[in-house]
């Protein structure tokens, strides 16, 4: 079974920088089939990038998603004042599963 | 617009079941999977399966099986979620989530989640 590993479990930045989340996969993810959620407290999960790197509908485009076979990036271009929350990767062959998490906090 | 609607918290007993509706509207209700996911308190997301609302099948985790069931009923759009035998670490929200028609496996519309407490 595929397991899902993201890296920081914490990434304090200031509103206008760069994120950088990573989650890597301890076998290859067939097809790219790695997608990306948003949290923020007390709400459900947004979905905002689909394999690997197509942004869902309605996400801006300072969202991106990278990667292939075992490791993969959501790049946040800007953070805004919004973006702060927690981000999960989730492979979605047959039996999906989901990262751990990295949360994005205010520095 | 797309809604997904739950039902509201549950308390149950250790042993118990508890079953969660998810009530759908503004999509045609059997064209899309329905996926259910839960979130323990402070932790982190889990699939636990999907059911096909047209024909009814179903895909379970192999975590929950022999444990969970999914049913639907196409008349008023609702899928359900049953989950058996209960335990305390069975404590959790539970979403359901409509499936991605882009990326099958994804949910691009949620439910605002269910509750599920477990406690003697």
């Known amino acids: 079974e595929i397991v899902l590993t993201q890296s920081p479990g914490t990434l304090s930045l200031s509103p206008g920088e760069r994120a950088t989340l990573s989650c890597r996969a301890s076998?290859?993810?067939?097809?790219?089939?790695l997608a990306w959620y948003q949290q923020k407290p007390g709400q459900a999960p947004r979905l905002l990038i689909y394999?690997?790197?197509s942004r869902a509908t309605g996400i801006p485009d300072r969202f991106s998603g990278s990667g292939s076979g075992t490791d993969f990036t959501l790049t946040i271009s800007r953070l805004e004042p919004e973006d702060f929350a927690v981000y999960y990767c989730?492979?979605?062959?047959?039996?999906?599963?989901f990262g751990g998490g990295t949360k994005v906090e205010i520095k | 617009q797309v809604q997904l609607v739950q039902s509201g918290a549950e308390v149950k007993k250790p042993g118990a079941s508890v079953k969660v509706s998810c009530k759908a509207s503004?999509?045609?209700?059997?064209?899309?999977?329905m996926h259910w996911v839960r979130q323990a308190p402070g932790q982190g997301l889990e699939w636990m399966g999907w059911?096909?609302?047209?024909?009814?099948?179903?895909n379970y985790a192999q975590k929950f099986q022999g444990r969970v069931t999914m049913t639907r009923d196409t008349s008023i759009s609702t899928a359900y979620m049953e989950l058996s035998r209960l335990r305390s670490d069975d404590t959790a929200v539970y979403y359901c989530?409509?499936?991605?028609?882009?990326?099958?496996?994804?949910?691009?519309?949620w439910g605002q989640g269910t509750l599920v407490t477990v406690s003697s």
């Open positions: 394999g690997a790197s």
């Open positions: 059911i096909n609302p047209n024909s009814g099948g179903t």
């Open positions: 989530a409509r499936e991605n028609i882009a990326a099958a496996g994804t949910g691009d519309y």
């Open positions: 503004g999509y045609t209700f059997t064209g899309y999977y």
């Open positions: 076998q290859s993810v067939s097809s790219s089939y």
């Open positions: 989730q492979q979605y062959g047959s039996s999906p599963l």
